[in-house]
């Protein structure tokens, strides 16, 4: 059984270049255990509550992520220029996101820790984009992934871009992460 759907359809939330880990959860909010359901939940209430607006790259800017007072986040894409998940390699940040709903990140490029962190718990989509797609994409665009074909529709401007192959992490992310792979494929026993 995939984990990952053929197609993935949401609303956009466009960040600038360079978001780093401090920023996707900051350091006071780290005291939750995502192991704890309840405390999984605060990740997302916190994820990218201190993205500075100059930094954003939103065409308006200061768009929030979600409201205060909501756990999950109205938007399923993060489209971000270069390097996002720079930083500190803190293993809480792709947890954020998933906590606050997010099931793809589409960068130009991403810091490798946060990358890997993203890929080996199973936590959230991560393809790259060779044009600078946080250019073209607007936060609140309808977007529909085609994931098989790596194409990304954006639905409200009815354009079509391009996407890098996953490659060899598509059967990661399809076991659910690292261990549930290894596990798959008998390198550990179950």
């Given at each position: 059984m995939s984990k990952i759907?053929?197609?993935?359809?949401?609303?956009?939330?466009?960040?600038?270049?360079?978001?780093?880990?401090?920023?996707?959860?900051p350091a006071e909010y780290l005291t939750f255990n995502p192991a704890i359901p309840e405390e999984y939940k605060q990740f997302g209430k916190y994820a990218l509550s201190s993205v500075p607006p100059a930094q954003s790259g939103l065409p308006k800017g200061n768009i929030p992520f979600h409201t205060d007072d909501e756990f999950v986040s109205p938007y399923t894409f993060i489209v971000a220029g270069k390097n996002f998940g720079c930083g500190s390699s803190r293993e809480h940040a792709p947890v954020a996101l998933d906590a606050a709903g997010i099931k793809v990140v589409i960068a130009e490029?991403?810091?490798?820790?946060?990358?890997?962190?993203?890929?080996?718990?199973?936590?959230?989509?991560?393809?790259?984009?060779s044009?600078?797609?946080?250019?073209?994409?607007?936060?609140g665009d309808e977007l529909k992934l085609d994931v098989l074909n790596c194409k990304l529709h954006n639905l409200t401007t009815n354009e079509i871009y391009p996407l890098n192959p996953l490659g060899e992490i598509a059967p990661i992310l399809n076991a659910g992460g690292i261990f549930a792979y290894a596990k798959q494929v008998g390198m550990l026993k179950s």
């Open positions: 759907p053929n197609e993935i359809t949401g609303k956009a939330y466009v960040l600038g270049d360079n978001v780093d880990t401090d920023q996707i959860i490029f991403y810091a490798r820790i946060f990358f890997r962190n993203a890929v080996n718990g199973g936590y959230l989509v991560p393809f790259e984009c044009a600078r797609l946080c250019d073209k994409v607007c936060t």
